[in-house]
């Protein structure tokens, strides 16, 4: 169980919730949608509850395990091998590797004495093995991680060699893992997703609906993906951005959004009718004030309609939406780009090889794959941002590249939103960046914040609005529309329809392929190169 108590919360010197008493508890069996806009506070929220962060006043308390998963999850040591990170959730992989210790000193001792005590020692952590699981362990990992998308061969490679989704869905398998009893138990695992749907196609996103379906813990979980909110949340914590406070309803999705519509609409007619009434104290009151005998009565007429408006509860504002447009594109040649015979691997493990791209001056093109087929390493390639084994770019006359990184690689954490978009635009005018930064929702103390300190959805934010402050005429945009609200991803979808320049997309987004309307896809890890058809279409959210 978690509660917390008096939290606030606040980034900088921003405040973004405000939770007096316990009304922030989840116990074993509530699964609940921690909902709001882009920047409510979500993420730095669920990141105070895991412990991973300090409250501003308040404090939160734990009882029994937690299971976390952020939006940018710590991978430990990247060459650790993926099975072996999944099995750290238990402990079980020290125990492997004490007993495998053991063993090679039972073999190897000749003082009676000291085989005996490895030989405890061996039988102590043979008892603690078997009681985490033991040796059903392992296919139960493997188990989880299929389900999540991840092959077998994948779990016998180091986490360096795997693409950023299938680092992510190693760590969502571990978390899980932990909550999983492998007796076929009850586990009092309290679950705390943030994003978890991200990286994950149809298969495996239905699979962990099931999952969490059934999960005998609590859970909290931050989702922009509706179906998964719908099937599994029983309670709804909506965070409030405009008045900074938590509503929590006690039922499931459809019902919460039922009765918030309910409620918004009742604050509206209360509204109007206050309204009414105190204009017409107050007309009441302007009349008896121009006689001096009456100034009193008049005084308190107003003072009565001032009353009536502040007893009423704030009616919900609309949600403040980012305006994004992508730059006109500067111009270029004909071709600004092109690849030919791009190859990479890591060790004996070959990613993509032979890979031949042309990129037409405003052509569309979206780079389709399995998770770790090396959809997001052609893109670094693309940009510079990483190196091919063998091959080479071609940089065409004027070329100018906008580049979106899937894991925000783009932004720097430790500097301030500000200094950001004045190292992504170092030429534009202040002014002219204040107002680019204020049509992107960043305004006031907001512009001092640490970008490491934003949301998932701040920091997409934040990266497009750098890609504005370009001209480029090549856009490599690898999932732009993660950790997104509904109506933030459609301003990045108008976007893409509006943009003339040229576009290489990675995405598991059906929506955005549609939106960019692309002439053709790019098959990896072959470097196979066709024209786009509805049949890629039905492609894109099972890869």
């Not at 492997?96 to 005590?117: F, G, I, P, T, W």
């Not at 938590?246 to 039922?258: E, F």
């Not at 001092?448 to 609005?465: I, V």
Request: net charge negative; hydrophobic share 40%.
């Amino acid at each position: 169980m978690i509660t917390a108590t008096d939290l606030e919360v606040r980034a900088g010197v921003r405040t973004l919730l405000t939770a007096p008493g316990d009304q922030l508890r989840v116990q074993p069996g509530d699964r609940i949608g921690l909902v709001g806009r882009n920047g409510a506070g979500k993420t730095t929220t669920l990141r105070i509850l895991a412990g991973e962060g300090e409250p501003y006043a308040g404090a939160v308390t734990a009882g029994g395990e937690v299971g976390y998963l952020p939006q940018d999850p710590r991978e430990g040591n990247l060459d650790t091998i993926a099975k072996n990170r999944v099995l750290s959730a238990r402990g079980l992989d020290e125990i492997m590797r004490s007993m495998e210790k053991q063993q090679v000193l039972m073999a190897e001792l000749v003082d009676d004495n000291a085989r005996d005590r490895a030989i405890r020692k061996f039988g102590q952590l043979e008892d603690r093995f078997s009681s985490l699981g033991g040796y059903q362990a392992e296919s139960e990992a493997a188990r989880i991680c299929h389900s999540l998308g991840l092959p077998d061969r994948i779990l016998d490679q180091p986490l360096r060699t795997l693409s950023g989704g299938q680092r992510r869905r190693v760590e969502l398998a571990r978390i899980l893992f932990a909550a999983s009893d492998g007796s076929g138990g009850k586990s009092g695992t309290t679950l705390l997703l943030d994003e978890p749907t991200n990286h994950l196609d149809a298969d495996s996103i239905n699979w962990l609906r099931g999952f969490l379906q059934s999960h005998d813990g609590g859970l909290i979980v931050i989702s922009h993906d509706v179906d998964l909110l719908e099937s599994v949340v029983n309670r709804v914590w909506f965070l409030d951005a405009v008045r900074g406070e938590a509503d929590v309803y006690n039922m499931g999705w459809q019902k919460y959004l039922d009765a918030r519509a309910t409620d918004e609409q009742r604050r509206r007619r209360e509204r109007a009718n206050a309204e009414k009434k105190a204009g017409a104290l107050k007309a009441q009151a302007a009349k008896l004030g121009a006689k001096a005998t009456k100034a009193v009565a008049a005084k308190n007429m107003v003072r009565r309609a001032e009353q009536m408006m502040e007893s009423l509860d704030e009616v919900r504002v609309a949600d403040k939406t980012a305006h994004i447009k992508f730059p006109a594109p500067a111009p270029c040649g004909k071709t600004p780009l092109m690849a030919s015979g791009l190859s990479k691997s890591y060790g004996s493990l070959e990613i993509f090889t032979g890979v031949d791209l042309a990129i037409d001056r405003g052509s569309r093109v979206v780079v389709l794959g399995l998770n770790g087929a090396g959809k997001t390493t052609l893109l670094r390639m693309l940009a510079g941002a990483a190196k091919p084994d063998t091959g080479q770019l071609e940089p065409g006359r004027g070329l100018k590249i906008g580049y979106f990184a899937q894991e925000h690689d783009t932004i720097d954490n430790d500097a301030t939103v500000w200094e950001n978009i004045r190292h992504a635009a170092p030429d534009a005018g202040e002014q002219d960046l204040r107002g680019l930064l204020g049509a992107f929702m960043f305004s006031g103390p907001q512009l001092e914040q640490p970008a490491g300190t934003l949301s998932g959805g701040e920091k997409t934010r934040l990266a497009l609005a750098g890609l504005v402050s370009s001209a480029a005429n090549l856009l490599l945009l690898d999932e732009p529309t993660n950790n997104l609200d509904p109506i933030s991803r459609e301003q990045v979808l108008a976007a893409l329809r509006t943009y003339e320049g040229a576009v290489v997309l990675v995405t598991h987004d059906p929506g955005a392929a549609e939106a960019l309307n692309p002439e053709r896809v790019i098959l990896l890890p072959d470097g196979t190169e066709d024209h786009w058809s509805e049949e890629y279409a039905e492609l894109i959210s099972l890869a």
